[in-house]
């Protein structure tokens, strides 16, 4: 009878062992991860409160995980210790050891892996196997000395008496209780403001489709000897194309808010994949301007980071739904976790987004997801929202498609490159030493890659040729303007492989840009060089919309007219400034103007410049400087009107 008595008090104790081991583990190791560097790159975005919020979220989530993972383990070993009720108390002292061994290797093992990140990541795979190995030899042998033993199995008894492992659990939960009543405060208290709509409903339409990644000099509208665009391309016989669009960053989010705000990323401020927009701008934006000339608005973005940002322009967008970035079990655990992450606008949801499904996919070795999801699913969620909008509407879809992985569909698979090829690829991940620029002798691989990623700008075209098929069919496009166009561009020669990379050359900003009104009969081409800044103001001109002063990008709309070739000469330009903090001045990054012929790209750092011709723009560390002094000076003097913070006259 005493024994069985005992049963639901040492299964208690047990699992109040097991679920602070469960915490200690996984708060330790949360612990290692933001400090490795994480909690500094959060500090170049947010505020010090929203990083004190980030940590608090993550290690009380760590602390919850490690809970559910006691509790599991608690479940599996009850039924032994009913069943053998004379050892129950050797079994949960065993069991508790056993647990400790395990908690003590696998945050050693952590903290190795956290070591070789952040010191040695350059030593490549072979050394990091290596020391891998000799730790689990180190554990073994230090487990095969009884004095070594005895030290490991009792290292972590400081945690685990009575009171403390009670006060631990209730830490925890006390912890998660404040933090989600804290977060259901701040989303009640956020800014909901939105642009007053205009008293008269517009009737004609505006649809923008950008594309994520999409480098112009791989579609067949812009010269690629291979059918890549074959849809775009009758599309645009009746619209006009601009053949000299440039991207105002090297990277989606900077993008975006420049399409945004009409600003470039030192005056909007977001800087890095995870920044968001300032209120001043908010209330100037794209959305807001359209809502407030009567016109209904609508987005579907299908890139998170880009989703995101957006999703911060105090509902500047009346249907913006959250699309599922990766189905299936990380959906129903971010569902599930809403209370731990609402959208209060404070902090950095995407981040808190991207941890978990770092930790899901690690667990389950399974790939990113992000980078996944389909253009004809983007396309299937833009019928969705325009099925929701009224006449006289403005929407944006914004397709993840051709962004890396690349993954065209079966129809486009071994098109451009043989299928067994592709799956060499895709079993395969780029290695590191291919970024930020490759060497020469791996120009044939990444060749191999283009006429991937070839393919599968075919299947965004495919799905876009049919969604666009589908509105011609239904009478959408009668009364509609439609604008293609991209984030950011890819590159696979100069030494610079895909983007993000702080050299602006001209495949990584060279975007495409068509635009096609309601009685377009005829297609142009327009030379003009412009840049993302005057999309905004192009789309609101057309729109009859009062553009906001903060706009300074110039509208487009005179070059629809005609047919333009070879006539003007604008200026661009792009910035990289992901490594700076957006609440102190900026030191570090680069910034370059491109006037038709010629481009010049000046490094922060160095307080130098470099000079490329167009023509050679996709060389990395091409300059040309020595041989057109003139020409150097005319563009950083333009530079330095453009951004006099950044750019002296000259040096």
């Not at 554990?139 to 009670?166: D, H, W």
């Not at 690829?425 to 991937?452: C, G, I, M, T």
């Amino acid at each position: 009878m005493h024994s069985e008595a005992g049963f639901p008090s040492i299964l208690i104790a047990l699992w109040f062992r097991l679920i602070t081991l469960g915490i200690v583990a996984l708060v330790f190791a949360e612990g290692l991860l933001l400090a490795s560097g994480k909690v500094q790159g959060w500090t170049f975005y947010l505020t010090t409160s929203e990083v004190i919020f980030e940590v608090v979220v993550r290690l009380l989530f760590a602390g919850l995980t490690g809970i559910a993972i006691g509790t599991a383990l608690n479940g599996a070993i009850a039924p032994f210790l009913w069943h053998f009720k004379s050892s129950r108390e050797n079994i949960a002292e065993w069991a508790t050891k056993v647990c400790v061994v395990l908690v003590v290797f696998w945050d050693s093992r952590f903290a190795l892996q956290m070591m070789i990140n952040t010191l040695w990541s350059y030593h490549g795979p072979k050394f990091s196997t290596a020391l891998f190995a000799a730790h689990f030899l180190a554990f073994v042998v230090a487990l095969s000395i009884p004095r070594t033993r005895k030290e490991v199995v009792t290292s972590l008894n400081g945690f685990l008496g009575e009171k403390m492992t009670r006060r631990t659990a209730l830490a925890t939960v006390i912890g998660t209780a404040a933090l989600v009543a804290s977060e259901y405060a701040l989303t009640k208290s956020a800014p909901t403001v939105t642009a007053a709509l205009g008293a008269q409903r517009r009737k004609s339409n505006f649809l923008l489709i950008t594309f994520d990644a999409l480098d112009a000099e791989d579609m067949s509208l812009y010269g690629r000897r291979l059918p890549t665009t074959p849809n775009i391309d009758a599309f645009a016989r009746t619209g006009t194309v601009f053949t000299n669009f440039y991207s105002a960053c090297t990277f989606t989010t900077p993008s975006i808010a420049t399409v945004l705000t009409g600003l470039y990323p030192s005056e909007s401020y977001v800087y890095q994949l995870q920044g968001h927009a300032r209120r001043a701008n908010v209330r100037n934006s794209l959305p807001q301007a359209m809502r407030t000339a009567g016109y209904a608005t609508g987005a579907i973005f299908s890139n998170p980071y880009a989703y995101y940002l957006v999703r911060g322009l105090e509902n500047g967008f009346d249907v913006l739904p959250e699309p599922v970035f990766q189905p299936g079990g990380l959906q129903h655990l971010w569902d599930a976790t809403t209370p731990l992450h609402p959208d209060p606008g404070f902090g950095s949801r995407v981040e808190e987004h991207y941890d978990l499904q770092n930790v899901w996919n690690t667990l389950g070795r399974t790939p990113s997801q992000f980078d996944r999801f389909k253009a004809v699913a983007s396309f299937k969620h833009a019928r969705e929202i325009m099925a929701k909008l009224p006449d006289g509407f403005f929407l944006w879809v914004h397709v993840m498609t051709p962004h890396s992985p690349y993954l065209p569909d079966a129809a486009d698979r071994g098109r451009f490159l043989p299928d067994a090829e592709q799956r060499t690829h895709e079993e395969n991940e780029d290695p590191p030493s291919w970024f930020p620029h490759y060497k020469p002798d791996l120009q044939s691989a990444v060749d191999q890659r283009r006429l991937r990623y070839d393919e599968f700008i075919a299947t965004a075209d495919r799905a876009f040729g049919t969604f666009m098929s589908d509105l011609e069919k239904s009478g959408k496009l009668v009364d509609t303007t439609v604008i293609v166009s991209a984030d950011h561009g890819e590159s696979f020669e100069g030494g610079v492989y895909q983007h993000r990379c702080p050299y602006l050359t001209r495949p990584v900003i060279h975007v495409p840009l068509i635009i096609r009104t309601p009685d377009q009969q005829q297609g142009g081409t327009v030379a003009f060089t412009a840049d993302q800044t005057s999309l905004a103001p192009t789309i609101l001109d057309l729109a009859g919309a009062a553009k906001p002063d903060s706009m300074r990008g110039q509208s487009l709309v005179g070059w629809l007219s005609r047919d333009c070739q070879g006539e003007g000469e604008g200026l661009v330009f792009c910035q990289h400034r992901e490594k700076n903090s957006v609440f102190k001045p900026l030191r570090r990054g680069t910034v370059g103007v491109i006037d038709g012929q010629y481009q010049y790209v000046f490094y922060l750092d160095a307080q130098k410049g470099e000079l490329r011709p167009l023509t050679e723009a996709q060389i990395w560390n091409l300059d040309r400087s020595a041989e057109n002094p003139a020409k150097v000076k005319a563009l950083r003097a333009a530079l330095h009107t453009r951004f006099p913070e950044l750019v002296d006259q000259e040096a």
